[in-house]
């Protein structure tokens, strides 16, 4: 079973940068899917990033030129980039992935872009 851990939230003036991981265990390889939702409790969790093994990303209009994702297909982990914070951009991010069929969550990791 596939299993990923977020790391990497926390608090950031609007402006600043955060790097979110997501360690990746329980499979040999890193899946072809990967990415990273958002959410504010309560509501519908919105895509930010994926990662589709070759075949490229593709970003949420409103985190585009920002935003970055990558995989480290050696330390099995994905990232996510965020430069140029703002306060809308508060939310809890989850890690996901795409394997075998069926879709695996993180618990998600906080991030809160305040003065």
């Known amino acids: 079973q596939v299993q990923l851990v977020e790391s990497g939230g926390g608090l950031v003036q609007p402006g600043g940068s955060l790097r979110l991981s997501c360690a990746v265990s329980?499979?040999?390889?890193?899946?072809?899917?990967l990415g990273w939702y958002r959410q504010i409790s309560g509501q519908q969790r919105e895509l930010v990033a994926v990662?589709?093994?070759?075949?490229?990303?593709n970003y949420a209009d409103s985190v585009k030129g920002r935003f970055t994702i990558s995989r480290d297909n050696a330390k099995n982990a994905v990232y996510l980039q965020m430069n140029s914070l703002k306060p809308e951009d508060t939310r809890v991010y989850l890690c996901?992935?795409?394997?075998?069929?069926?879709?695996?969550w993180g618990q998600g990791t906080q991030v809160t872009v305040s003065s």
């Open positions: 996901y992935a795409l394997h075998d069929g069926s879709i695996y």
């Open positions: 329980g499979t040999i390889s890193l899946p072809g899917i």
């Open positions: 990662d589709i093994s070759d075949a490229g990303t």
